[in-house]
C-alpha cells in the first residue's frame, strides 16, 4: 500500500536494524582517532530526472535505531520529494553551488582548511548536515539505471565508513529440492567497508543480520526487541 516502496527501503531499514543490533559499523574514523556516531545519517544519490541532462543530488535523511520499513518510506520520501521539488535547490546543491562561486586558487585553500577543522572535529554542524561525505552510510542505486551494482570507494574526505550499492533486477534458472529447474530473482548488491572502525569477525556477523533481514523482511515491520549501545 505505500507507493514506490521498493528494495532501496528494505536496504535502508534492513542496516538501520543492523546499526541496532551492533553499533559498532556506526563508528568512523577521523584525526587518527575512532569515535562511535550519535546519531544514524545515510546519504542517498538522487537524479532528478531520467535523462542525460538531469543533475544528480545527494541527500542526508537522519534515522532512529527503531525506525520500521515504514518509518523509512516515510522520511525518505519526504526528503527526496523535497529535492526532487524544483532546479538545484537542496541543502547540498546550494553549498556546493557557493563553493563553486570561490576563485580556484582560494578554492584549493578552502578546501584544506575544511580538512584541517575536520581533523580536529571542528567542522560547523550547518556543513555536516549537508555533506555528502560525512554520515553512518552512503547507498545507490544502480537498479534505477539498468545496471549491476559497482564497488564504490570511500572518500578521502569525510567519515563515511560503509558504501552500499545495489543493482538491477534479474532472473536465474535454479535446481529446486524436487531437482526441478524453477526461475528465481535476484538483485544484487555490494558493500565497500572501513575495516579500521571494527575487526572482521564483527562485521561478518553484522552482514548475516542484514542478510536475514533481506530475506525475511517482514522483520523490519516491527522495532527492534532491544537497541544495543556502543560502548563508550
Given at each position: 500500500g505505500l507507493k514506490g516502496f521498493g528494495i532501496m527501503h528494505i536496504i535502508v531499514a534492513a542496516y538501520i536494524r543492523c546499526i541496532s543490533q551492533r553499533p559498532a559499523v556506526n563508528r568512523f574514523v577521523s584525526g587518527q582517532?575512532?569515535?562511535?556516531?550519535n546519531r544514524i545519517a545515510i546519504n542517498i544519490n538522487v537524479k532528478k530526472e531520467m535523462t542525460l541532462?538531469?543533475?544528480?543530488?545527494?541527500?542526508?535523511?537522519v534515522f532512529e535505531p527503531t525506525d520500521t520499513a515504514d518509518d523509512v518510506y516515510y522520511k525518505m520520501k519526504t526528503v527526496i520529494d523535497e529535492s526532487k521539488g524544483g532546479e538545484l535547490d537542496s541543502d547540498f546543491d546550494n553549498t556546493a553551488r557557493i563553493i563553486n562561486y570561490i576563485p580556484r586558487l582560494i578554492k584549493k585553500f578552502a578546501i584544506w582548511f575544511l580538512k584541517t577543522i575536520d581533523y580536529f572535529g571542528l567542522l560547523p554542524k550547518f556543513l555536516l548536515n549537508v555533506s555528502p561525505f560525512h554520515g553512518s552510510m552512503f547507498i545507490t542505486s544502480m537498479g534505477s539505471l539498468g545496471i549491476p551494482p559497482i564497488y564504490h570507494h570511500l572518500y578521502n574526505f569525510g567519515n563515511v565508513p560503509v558504501f552500499i550499492s545495489f543493482g538491477a533486477k534479474k532472473s536465474v534458472n535454479e535446481i529446486d529440492d524436487n531437482g526441478q529447474v524453477v526461475k528465481r530473482k535476484y538483485v544484487d548488491y555490494t558493500v565497500v567497508t572501513d575495516e579500521r572502525i571494527c575487526d572482521g569477525y564483527y562485521f561478518a556477523s553484522t552482514l548475516k543480520i542484514l542478510r536475514g533481514c533481506l530475506r525475511h523482511p517482514e522483520r523490519l515491520d516491527t522495532p527492534p526487541e532491544e537497541v544495543i549501545e556502543d560502548i563508550s
Open positions: 582517532r575512532v569515535s562511535s556516531s541532462e538531469s543533475p544528480d543530488t545527494v541527500v542526508k535523511i
